[in-house]
């Protein structure tokens, strides 16, 4: 009689620990997903801000035509990619994807920031220093949101690759790793500036 006493409350033991990893893993998930949903706003509110930066910069920079259509064509691609890597952030192409098209952007955005140091006027007017304020300041967030994100997916993978809910992760529907956002041009980041005199 007490072997089967001993038995069920084992067997208990076991499901309310089985139970504590398939919530533990749901948190986790339900974390880096929110995560990314932050990243979407963020770069939607970097879409929207695109365009206005294009259009008060036209009529200053009408020979520079090629610079700005790049960064429009560039922001129509990230624009693009968003939603596909929105629906699923495990989808590790989806997510290269939108990677290398952030990274396309911000050299876009690079090479126009150069151009527009070529013109004081430019630089002075209060709407292109308005908008270049917001763009800036949503570019530090898109960052924020970003690194949020990648430590949320870090933690959920370390729980979901560690012994012993590597063991049951599959069956509890969690069969894959999340992907960590990363932009194209990550190493040149990584990589020391080089100062040559």
Excluded: C
Aim: net charge neutral.
């Amino acid at each position: 009689m007490t072997t089967g006493w001993i038995i069920i409350i084992a067997a208990v033991v076991v499901l309310v620990y089985l139970i504590g990893i398939y919530n533990k893993l749901v948190r986790l998930k339900n974390q880096f997903e929110n995560a990314f949903a932050q990243i979407e706003v963020q770069l939607k509110r970097r879409y929207d801000l695109i365009p206005n930066l294009v259009e008060t910069a036209k009529a200053y920079l009408t020979h520079e035509r090629e610079t700005l259509e790049a960064v429009i064509s560039a922001r129509n691609q990230a624009a693009a990619a968003l939603p596909q890597a929105a629906k699923d952030p495990t989808n590790a192409g989806a997510m290269q994807q939108l990677g290398g098209a952030e990274s396309a952007l911000g050299s876009a955005l690079g090479r126009l920031n150069v151009v527009m140091e070529a013109y004081p006027d430019l630089k002075a007017n209060q709407n292109m220093m308005q908008v270049s304020e917001e763009l800036t300041s949503t570019e530090n967030r898109v960052a924020f949101s970003r690194q949020a994100f990648n430590d949320a997916v870090m933690t959920y993978n370390t729980y979901r690759q560690s012994f012993p809910p590597v063991m049951f992760a599959s069956f509890f529907g969690h069969s894959k790793d999340a992907n960590l956002l990363e932009f194209a041009d990550s190493a040149e980041i990584q990589a020391a500036p080089k100062v040559k005199f």
